[in-house]
């Protein structure tokens, strides 16, 4: 899709997300997601600021969706405009959340009775049906197609997506010692004329996925202050440090 050659600034603010602000711009085709230092967790119960959050965000999810895209994931993210704002396709968000998982941890702990870090024989894909007053809850593609929230080919089209997104962040995250144990991702539709593409859209970090420290367990993800386990800032700066291979 063609850049308007105008500078991109944020305009109308048509989004007030809990970690994240999403902007109109001047381009009908574009809007700037901007990373704020916000946490939630449990559906907004338990709140804080966490410094410097928003640029780590900004700045690892930029560096893993250039990743998935050169691995062939269509995604909407387009470049950073500066630390916390980033130029996007505007997409139509698919109400349906997929996570998939490689280690047993969280939701399926406690909804199976499994206990947390069994390795699954093959990755999971779930979906949950995204909806803040339901708390997200767990439902199956039937359930989204029969209930029009997304239609069979685009519910392909993610999974598919997903999977590869997990091949390439695994990988990468292995090269660390660190493990993918699961994440969370967001799709939407992109209509060009009467041709319609699902695309990776939101964001890829350390606040929608579980990352391990391979051997000690640690926990170098958002579970730090959903569990109380330290300081939610300081583990993002060393994880920043650990990808970027310099302090933020
Ligand atoms: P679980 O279902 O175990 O709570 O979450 C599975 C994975 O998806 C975790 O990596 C978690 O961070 C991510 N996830 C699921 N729902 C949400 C959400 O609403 N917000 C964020 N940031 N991550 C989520």
């Known amino acids: 899709m063609s850049l308007d050659p105008r500078p991109y600034s944020r305009g109308e603010l048509l989004y007030q997300g809990k970690a994240k602000q999403v902007y109109a711009t001047h381009d009908p085709a574009r809007i700037i997601i901007h990373y704020t ?3 939630t967790a449990f559906n907004g119960i338990k709140k ?8 780590i965000n900004c700045r690892i999810s930029a560096f893993f969706m250039e990743k998935v895209a050169a691995a062939g994931v269509p995604v909407a993210f387009e470049r950073n405009l500066d630390d916390r704002d980033q130029l996007c396709l505007k997409v139509d968000i698919i109400p349906v959340e997929v996570v998939v998982r490689n280690v047993v941890a969280g939701g399926l702990a406690k909804k199976l009775g499994l ?14 049906y995204k909806s803040d007053s339901l708390n997200d809850p767990q439902i199956n593609e039937s359930t989204a197609v029969v209930l029009g929230w997304a239609k069979a080919w685009e519910l392909r089209a993610m999974h598919e997506h997903a999977l590869r997104v997990n091949s390439v962040l ?14 969370k991702l967001e799709f939407g539709r992109v209509t060009v004329g009467t041709a319609t593409a699902v695309v990776l859209a939101d964001e890829i970090t350390p606040d929608g ?6 051997g000690t367990g640690r926990k170098l993800d958002k579970d730090v ?24």
């Not at 292995?174 to 699961?182: A, G, H, K, P, Y």
Request: aromatic share 14%.
């Open 209 to 214: 996925s579980r990352l391990w420290e391979r």
């Open 37 to 39: 230092d916000g946490a």
């Open 115 to 128: 206990p947390e870090g069994q390795v699954l024989s093959a990755p999971l894909v779930e979906h949950f």
């Open 170 to 183: 695994k990988a990468f995250w292995s090269e660390l010692n660190i493990d993918l144990v699961d994440f």
């Open 48 to 55: 804080a600021d966490i410094a410097d959050k928003g640029v």
């Open 225 to 248: 202050f959903r569990r109380d386990l330290g300081d939610l800032s300081d583990t993002y700066r060393e994880l920043y440090t650990r990808v970027f291979g310099k302090a933020v």
